[in-house]
């Protein structure tokens, strides 16, 4: 199956925007690091949501996005094992 030049170009497009934003991460704490992610996952899942229960997957991605990042910031612990 080829996909055209469009698609291709629109796909690697996308995946370098999830991807690139990851170095950014070096210089942050745990905790920012934790709420960064937080907020990610919380703003997917949201949005996914949103979307199967026919409401507004911005509202949820919104929704979600602060509860995740709330959520990472809050468990980071200075308790527990490190490596």
Request: glycine share 22%; proline share 2%.
């Amino acid at each position: 199956m080829q996909f055209p030049a469009t698609k291709l170009l629109s796909r690697l497009a996308i995946a370098s925007a999830l991807i690139i934003p990851l170095a950014a991460c070096e210089g942050m704490s745990r905790g920012q690091q934790r709420a960064l992610s937080g907020g990610a996952i919380g703003a997917a899942g949201g949005a996914a949501v949103g979307a199967l229960t026919g409401g507004s997957a911005v509202t949820g991605a919104l929704i979600g996005g602060a509860g995740g990042a709330a959520v990472g910031a809050l468990t980071t612990g200075s308790g527990g094992r490190r490596r």
